[in-house]
């Protein structure tokens, strides 16, 4: 059996991942919450695995932590094959000013940024509130 999966189904599943919500997730992806949710459920159904525990939260399997894994490295690859030239990796560097707003900054993206700056140690990330 050919499985297909999409960039999305990836990005989608570790929103919700990390949300550990799928109201949390929608709002990060600025998305309606059906649609996430029935994307989430055709790339369950293309696996033949249940990914989360459906309760308050959205909380990994074990099919779901292995699938995690899987999909952060195929983003990051496909990230990285982005910012190839000729071969040649091209560093990111330079300042980065987001303007967000406190309930924003304080639960979803303090953990994005410091991610993002061990991974880009010469972007110097300006976080404005407004």
Request: charged letters at 20%; aromatic letters at 8%.
């Amino acid at each position: 059996m050919q499985r297909h999966f999409t960039l999305k189904q990836f990005r989608y599943f570790l929103a919700v991942a990390e949300a550990a919500s799928v109201a949390g997730a929608a709002r990060m992806l600025n998305i309606a919450q059906s649609a996430l949710t029935k994307s989430i459920q055709e790339l369950e159904d293309t696996l033949g695995a249940t990914l989360f525990e459906r309760s308050s939260r959205m909380v990994l399997t074990q099919h779901g932590y292995r699938f995690q894994a899987s999909a952060r490295k195929v983003l990051s690859a496909v990230a990285e094959a982005g910012m190839v030239d000729h071969g040649q990796p091209e560093a990111l560097s330079g300042n980065l000013v987001i303007g967000v707003t406190s309930l924003v900054a304080g639960y979803y993206l303090a953990e994005l940024f410091a991610r993002f700056a061990r991974s880009h140690p010469s972007v110097q990330i300006q976080v404005v509130e407004d």
